[in-house]
């Protein structure tokens, strides 16, 4: 490259610069969608909600959640994907969509490539429940009981590929019983059975047995992180029921489509920090059962290349196929 080719490539970069400046200060200009690929209730809808409410003051726009449910997240995925890199779609991103790439499921997209993360909002351990009528009270007594009786004990799932299925398997191996795998077509008919005993034990997020937990109708037996949970401070620890492998979190982020303007990408993951870090934004939160997770845009990117690679080693080891 001559001297007067550098000092052009310069200038053009100084320009492509500035003006990415100029954009971020003017952003948003107009109402920005959050799209969240599942329907209206979950607790990744919910964290949605409870984000577009709390950051819509401080970036002076109003923001819509549009649900766009269906193909087992690709519907709302691919939606974002093909979105303009402006920063005005929002995509929420969950387990799910780092366990996708790996089940075999045609996606019109690259999640590895097609995709800028802004920001892990929000995250909770998962926690092994079982039906109170199976005669155990702790870890060691269910895996006890458990090895007493191989293939007497299922344990349910919302389906294969889910993150209850995956957690599933990971308790599996890691204690090495003999539990046979039962898929539901979601999280909702996999706790009514498991409450009515036609499933014996279940793998999924804290936010979603919480309150059949605390109801009675469910029997917590250990939370899957390093540390107990503040919400269920009688509940041990993954690594002080002696599987220290079995460490999963359920966690919500929001991403963009990849090229949008780093400026756009800072702004919004301030937005986001700040709102989640307030008292407001903690209790909202709490009371989903759930804790602000805020990390930088590299650490949220670096998170969900990591959750790639750790489920897609899962599900190559237990053959597990999208539905």
Same mark, same amino acid.
């Given at each position: 490259?001559?001297?007067?080719?550098?000092?052009?490539?310069?200038?053009?970069?100084?320009?492509?610069?500035?003006?990415?400046?100029?954009?971020?200060?003017?952003?948003?200009?107009?109402?920005?969608?959050?799209?969240?690929?599942?329907?209206?209730?979950?607790?990744?809808?919910?964290?949605?909600?409870?984000?577009?409410?709390?950051?819509?003051?401080?970036?002076?726009?109003?923001?819509?959640?549009?649900?766009?449910?269906?193909?087992?997240?690709?519907?709302?995925?691919?939606?974002?994907?093909?979105?303009?890199?402006?920063?005005?779609?929002?995509?929420?991103?969950?387990?799910?969509?780092?366990?996708?790439?790996?089940?075999?499921?045609?996606?019109?997209?690259?999640?590895?490539?097609?995709?800028?993360?802004?920001?892990?909002?929000?995250?909770?351990?998962?926690?092994?429940?079982?039906?109170?009528?199976?005669?155990?009270?702790?870890?060691?007594?269910?895996?006890?009981?458990?090895?007493?009786?191989?293939?007497?004990?299922?344990?349910?799932?919302?389906?294969?590929?889910?993150?209850?299925? =995956?957690?599933?398997?990971?308790?599996?191996? %890691?204690?090495?019983?003999? *539990? !046979?795998?039962?898929?539901? /077509?979601?999280? &909702? @008919?996999?706790?009514?059975?498991?409450?009515?005993?036609?499933?014996?034990?279940?793998?999924?997020?804290?936010?979603?047995?919480?309150?059949?937990?605390?109801?009675?109708?469910?029997?917590?037996?250990?939370?899957?992180?390093?540390?107990?949970?503040?919400?269920?401070?009688?509940?041990?620890?993954?690594?002080?029921?002696?599987?220290?492998?079995?460490?999963?979190?359920?966690?919500?982020?929001?991403?963009?489509?990849?090229?949008?303007?780093?400026?756009?990408?800072?702004?919004?993951?301030?937005?986001?920090?700040?709102?989640?870090?307030?008292?407001?934004?903690?209790?909202?939160?709490?009371?989903?059962? =759930?804790?602000?997770?805020?990390?930088?845009? %590299?650490?949220?990117?670096? *998170? !969900?290349?990591?959750?790639? /690679?750790?489920? &897609? @080693?899962?599900?190559?080891?237990?053959?597990?196929?999208?539905?």
């Amino acid at each position: 490259m001559t001297r007067l080719q550098r000092r052009r490539f310069a200038a053009l970069l100084l320009a492509l610069t500035g003006a990415g400046s100029a954009f971020a200060q003017a952003y948003p200009a107009k109402p920005i969608s959050v799209v969240v690929p599942y329907a209206v209730g979950g607790t990744t809808d919910i964290v949605a909600r409870i984000v577009t409410a709390q950051i819509g003051n401080s970036l002076g726009q109003t923001l819509v959640v549009e649900n766009k449910a269906g193909g087992g997240g690709n519907i709302g995925w691919g939606t974002v994907a093909r979105a303009a890199p402006d920063g005005y779609t929002l995509l929420t991103t969950e387990m799910s969509f780092t366990i996708a790439p790996s089940l075999g499921i045609k996606q019109p997209f690259d999640a590895s490539k097609d995709f800028t993360h802004v920001v892990t909002a929000a995250s909770a351990p998962h926690v092994l429940v079982i039906n109170p009528g199976v005669p155990a009270k702790t870890v060691q007594e269910f895996i006890a009981v458990a090895k007493a009786s191989p293939g007497k004990f299922n344990y349910g799932s919302g389906g294969n590929g889910t993150n209850t299925h =995956l957690g599933g398997e990971l308790f599996k191996n %890691a204690a090495g019983v003999d *539990l !046979v795998h039962v898929p539901y /077509k979601g999280a &909702g @008919a996999v706790l009514q059975d498991l409450m009515g005993g036609q499933v014996q034990a279940l793998v999924t997020s804290l936010p979603t047995a919480l309150p059949h937990i605390r109801s009675g109708k469910l029997r917590a037996l250990m939370v899957t992180s390093d540390k107990r949970s503040p919400l269920l401070p009688d509940v041990p620890s993954a690594k002080e029921a002696g599987l220290p492998k079995v460490v999963m979190d359920f966690w919500v982020g929001f991403a963009v489509p990849a090229a949008t303007p780093q400026p756009v990408v800072d702004k919004l993951n301030k937005a986001v920090t700040d709102a989640l870090a307030s008292a407001d934004g903690r209790r909202l939160l709490a009371e989903q059962g =759930l804790e602000p997770a805020s990390n930088t845009p %590299a650490q949220a990117a670096q *998170l !969900v290349q990591g959750e790639m /690679k750790r489920w &897609g @080693a899962v599900v190559k080891a237990a053959g597990i196929k999208a539905d």
